[in-house]
């Protein structure tokens, strides 16, 4: 069926219309909801029951427990009742005798879920139509293999998915009221792990294969980022010693340059200097006479000799000069130092003697 639809964001609630109302025993009206101008029916995610099928003198209920984690049927449920709320304000003139404001059909209108054990679960109370011959439920249950179920086969442990008809709006003088009748049930296997033993001895080593394949696989990485860490250095070495190549080989041919310049400049200059003597006459040459060993030694010594006194001049003069400051400003708590006291054994005569 088309119009069995999925509870979702995806639902478009504008294609949703109001029936006209048709009264009830008891002073109460119902008018039914459309999708499209068809009956809708949407398909519940997996629930639980409060307490399975439960028979009320003159009908059978279904409470749907759903986990909290079911937000989007939740949010489904609260569009749904928005949108029924703004269709009955639209038909207020026509359908009752004093308009109603929209503030006072909310305030009036019954919710269709409630939290329970603490909002672990929300509840979803569904009616289901009755045989009044023999007071049976008229719904179809299946198993997941398609094979027929009772109501008996349904409990408080076991988990369903139901098609749901959204009948219409009950309401009154007093309040308004989504009904919702349970057509279908599917009921889902139990998922039993723990019945028998699940450990595999074996798991233990596939998972130390698992983390030696992925240690392996990250050492392979790190290898790989470091060839290609190798890879940038030595091209960058290589530019780099191209450069240096190429500044040194400038550098050596500015200097091959300059020296060329140099001996060019040389070679000028030298040629310009020198001039050309043709010797022919000896006899008219001076002659040269060449100093013995002993006389040159005796020159190097004299010139020796006349250093060190000089030397030792300027000694004696920076030390008399020394030794009038320190007489001139009485500076007698002055320590002297040794090499001064064999300077003061040098007597001025001495100096004299040398002037």
């Known amino acids: 069926m088309d119009n069995i639809v999925y509870p979702n964001d995806d639902f478009d609630f504008l294609q949703l219309s109001l029936g006209n109302p048709t009264s009830l025993q ?28 439960v028979k009320h003198p003159k009908k059978y209920y279904v409470e749907l427990m759903f986990d909290n984690n079911d937000e989007k049927l939740f949010r489904w449920l609260e569009n749904l009742e928005e949108r029924c709320q703004k269709l009955i304000y639209e038909k207020g003139e026509t359908w009752f005798q004093n308009q109603l404001e929209l ?11 409630r939290p329970y054990k603490s909002c672990k679960y929300y509840l979803l109370r569904v009616n289901v139509k009755m045989n009044y011959q023999t007071n049976a439920p008229i719904v179809k249950i299946y198993n997941e ?12 442990d076991t988990n369903i ?14 309040n308004f009221q989504i009904e919702m009748e349970l057509k279908q049930v599917m009921t889902l296997n139990s998922e039993v792990f723990f019945d028998s033993c699940l450990i595999k001895p074996g798991e233990r080593e596939r998972e130390r294969e698992r983390a ?37 080989s400038k550098d050596l041919e500015n200097t091959i340059k300059e020296n060329t310049i140099e001996e060019n400049t040389i070679e000028e200059n030298i040629s310009a200097e020198l001039k050309e003597f043709d010797i022919t006459d000896v006899s008219t040459l001076e002659t040269i006479t060449l100093k013995k060993p002993n006389q040159v030694y005796y020159e190097i010594y004299k010139e020796a000799r ?5 030397a030792k001049k300027e000694a004696i003069l920076a030390f008399l000069e020394a ?16 090499s001064d006291s064999d300077i003061e054994n040098i007597s001025e005569s001495e100096y004299s003697e040398e002037e």
Not at 26 to 53: C, D, H, R, V, W
Not at 306 to 310: E, V
Not at 323 to 338: A, F, Q, W
């Open 306 to 310: 006349k250093k060190a006194k000089l």
């Open 161 to 174: 998915i139901s098609i749901l008809e959204i009948q219409g709006i009950r309401f009154s003088s007093r």
């Open 212 to 248: 030696r394949a992925s240690i392996k696989e990250k050492q392979k990485e790190e290898e790989k980022q470091k060839e290609e860490e190798i890879k940038v250095s030595v091209k960058e070495n290589h530019i780099n010693s191209n450069m240096i190549q190429e500044n040194e």
């Open 26 to 53: 008891g002073g109460a009206y119902m008018t039914k909801i459309l999708y499209k101008e068809q009956p809708l029916y949407i398909q519940t995610p997996k629930s639980l029951t409060k307490q399975g099928f």
């Open 323 to 338: 030794k009038n400051i320190k007489k001139t400003y009485m500076l007698e708590n002055v320590d002297d130092s040794d």
């Open 145 to 156: 293999n398609q094979s027929a179920l009772t109501i008996d086969d349904v409990n408080a």
């Open 103 to 113: 503030n006072d059909i909310e305030n009036a209108f019954a919710t269709t879920i």
